[in-house]
């Protein structure tokens, strides 16, 4: 079982920087995809950087390529999420998440992630 814990959250000025954590309290999640995602009041989950097991290859969603970072360290059993050049519409609960490794493609899709965080929120004023 992989459970996973999200930290690093909090209240930012936009054109500042954050960087989310997610480990797994379980089982090592080394041998998984592993996903970030995000929801905003009122809005669908979506999706916002996936990294392989690997971490050979990274994905990210449009509106935050340029400023956002996915990696990990296996060492540490973690994944990152770095943000920088932070802005209000990134504003919302974001939730790391983790899939088993034998299927690649459809990163920004939620059902093929098995194993997700409780989430930690995000919050950037203008």
């Known amino acids: 079982q992989v459970q996973l814990v999200e930290s690093g959250g909090g209240l930012v000025q936009a054109g500042g920087s954050l960087r989310l954590s997610c480990a797994s309290s379980g089982r090592t999640f080394s041998a998984y995809h592993v996903g970030w995602f995000r929801q905003a009041p009122g809005k669908e989950r979506e999706f916002v950087a996936a990294i392989t097991w690997t971490g050979d290859y990274t994905y990210l969603t449009n509106s935050v390529k340029g400023r956002f970072t996915i990696s990990r360290d296996t060492a540490k059993n973690a994944v990152y999420l770095q943000m920088n050049r932070l802005e209000p519409g990134d504003t919302a609960v974001y939730y790391c998440?983790?899939?088993?490794?034998?299927?690649?493609?459809?990163?920004?899709?939620?059902?093929?992630?098995?194993?997700w965080g409780q989430g930690t929120q995000v919050t950037v004023s203008s």
């Open positions: 998440a983790a899939r088993e490794r034998q299927r690649l493609g459809d990163w920004g899709t939620p059902r093929l992630y098995a194993y």
